[in-house]
């Protein structure tokens, strides 16, 4: 019988390089409490020392008893709001382990419409009036005129 030696070691190094990044991560998420971001838990907002102005603001603001970082931060429904919290725990790790990571937290174009997504939502019987009085095509943002409702200071 004839062995095929260099099948074998490609078939060896992937197996050792796809059981070195899974030990690698499951090590990260584990020590990262990476199980909190699975909740609604605002705690887990505040593991990265980077949000906790937005953590403290949230406390102060007028939201603080009514909704928690995900009724405003993912969108609706399991599969929209678990793929929002993995792109964004992604983009999040990857900017904390490369370093490369803005000193005043910005929201992405993606994330900015979610948010207002949720003001809509459950605003709608206020912004229902004002969409409709509004010429058609007008742009119609939440964050215009109420800033730091979410995050107040």
Not at 10 to 24: E, H
Not at 48 to 65: L, N, P, T, V
Not at 98 to 106: K, L, V, Y
Request: proline content about 5%; aromatic content about 8%; glycine content about 10%.
């Amino acid at each position: 019988m004839r062995t095929d030696r260099p099948l074998v070691i490609v078939a060896v190094l992937a197996s050792l390089g796809i059981g070195a990044a899974a030990g690698v991560g499951g090590f990260t998420f584990v020590a990262a409490n990476g199980g909190a971001y699975l909740s609604d838990d605002p705690a887990a907002c505040v593991n990265c020392h980077i949000m906790r102005e937005q953590f403290d603001g949230w406390q102060h603001g007028s939201h603080h008893a009514v909704a928690v970082c995900n009724d405003c931060h993912t969108p609706a429904g399991f599969l929209p709001k678990y793929f929002t919290k993995a792109l964004n725990g992604m983009n999040h790790s990857l900017a904390f382990t490369s370093g490369r990571f803005p000193d005043d937290i910005i929201i992405t174009p993606r994330n900015h419409r979610v948010a207002e997504e949720a003001c809509l939502k459950c605003h709608a019987d206020v912004t229902d009036m004002v969409r409709s009085a509004r010429p058609r095509g007008d742009a119609f943002s939440c964050t215009t005129c109420h800033r730091n409702v979410g995050h107040g200071h």
